[in-house]
């Protein structure tokens, strides 16, 4: 089984509808991440948790919120999605060291 | 945080020995190199990190030059399965976050 999953996979939506991204980790890691992935672009940051009480946002966390429900479980929404917000989504976590992170497989989410 | 350089694209030919430079001239002393791939969509991979020294495990060989302004990334045999977007990211290892950027990365093509 992966050590980091997300769900959905893919998912497409409408203009004002929210929506939940769920990842969970089996790796026991402190420390979970989302990220958003443009067409041809890099990565960028949203939002970070390092446990349960601690999120911090990240370069362009506007227009989403984020629920730490436990230690493996972090949660992205868009409150109310615009089609701006159409990319690829990932989770990942890593150890105090942070000498890696592990990513999930992504979510593609589409917002017409 | 030290920004870095990379070319968008290269070519390897199969099996032969795939070496992606990274330019970070502005790297300050308590940044380390790290290398990520991202194969098609998929979740980044990590592959390497190093401070000042070269590194070496099972994917890859980390070069990072004495004045620590540039790196390189070698695979050693390059396969088709290596075909992926290689991202080089400087980053601090400290207990605080650090962020990541991930930039837009050298996409390797390796060619039958």
């Known amino acids: 089984d992966a050590d980091v999953t997300q769900t959905p996979r893919n998912r497409i939506t409408k203009t004002g509808k929210r929506i939940m991204l769920e990842c969970s980790q089996t790796?026991?890691?402190?420390?979970m991440y989302w990220y958003r992935q443009d067409p041809g672009l890099g990565l960028q940051l949203i939002y970070y948790?390092?446990?349960?009480?601690?999120?911090n946002k990240g370069e362009i966390s506007d227009g989403y919120s984020v629920s730490r429900q436990a230690q493996a479980k972090f949660s992205l929404s868009l409150e109310s999605a615009i089609p701006n917000q159409t990319a690829l989504y990932f989770c990942?976590?890593?150890?105090?060291?942070?000498?890696?992170?592990?990513f999930g497989p992504g979510t593609r989410l589409t917002v017409l | 945080d030290a920004k870095t350089t990379q070319p968008p694209s290269m070519d390897c030919a199969e099996g032969r020995a795939a070496n992606l430079p990274c330019n970070h001239s502005?790297?300050?002393?308590?940044?380390?190199v790290y290398w990520y791939r991202q194969i098609h969509s998929q979740g980044p991979q990590y592959i390497i990190h190093?401070?000042?020294n070269n590194e070496t495990n099972e994917m890859a060989s980390l070069i990072i030059t004495e004045d620590r302004k540039s790196s390189t990334l070698i695979l050693p045999h390059a396969t088709l399965r290596d075909t992926a977007v290689y991202y080089c990211?400087?980053?601090?290892?400290?207990?605080?976050?650090?962020?990541?950027?991930f930039g837009t990365g050298t996409k390797l093509q390796v060619i039958p």
């Open positions: 990942a976590t890593s150890d105090p060291d942070e000498a890696e992170q592990f």
């Open positions: 790796k026991g890691h402190d420390r």
């Open positions: 948790s390092f446990d349960v009480k601690d999120i």
């Open positions: 502005t790297i300050s002393g308590n940044e380390y």
């Open positions: 190093g401070l000042k």
């Open positions: 990211i400087v980053r601090k290892w400290s207990g605080g976050y650090q962020k990541v950027t």
